[in-house]
């Protein structure tokens, strides 16, 4: 299993700073494509539930208990590292907001 980042994101960041295993990616800003979200990588994610608290909007489910009307974002967070960006060398920072 895996926590999931839905359209609900608002690019904060704070959930990178409290993933103990760095799986969390910003989306790059400005990217048509993947630029609208952070998100978080399933084969990597221990599913610590850390990121979900801090996050403001309340972004971030268990896939288990993501909406319906944001369940198409279970395979964008997934496809973002086989099909998008995936990891790279970022400035966080930079990327909030
Ligand atoms: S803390 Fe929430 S709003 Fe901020 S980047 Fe993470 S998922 Fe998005
Ligand atoms: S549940 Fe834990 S391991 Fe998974 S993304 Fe959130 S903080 Fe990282």
Do not use: S
């Amino acid at each position: 299993m895996t926590h999931v980042i839905t359209l609900l994101c608002t690019r904060e960041g704070d959930c990178v700073e409290v993933c103990p295993v760095d799986c969390i990616i910003p989306g790059p800003k400005g990217d048509p494509d993947w630029g609208v979200l952070f998100w978080i990588d399933p084969d990597t994610c221990i599913d610590c539930g850390a990121c979900v608290p801090v996050c403001p909007p309340e972004a971030i489910f268990p896939e288990e208990d993501v909406p319906a009307e944001y369940e198409a974002d279970i395979a964008r967070n997934a496809a973002y590292f086989t099909e998008g960006p995936g990891y790279w060398d970022y400035d966080l920072d930079e990327q909030r907001h």
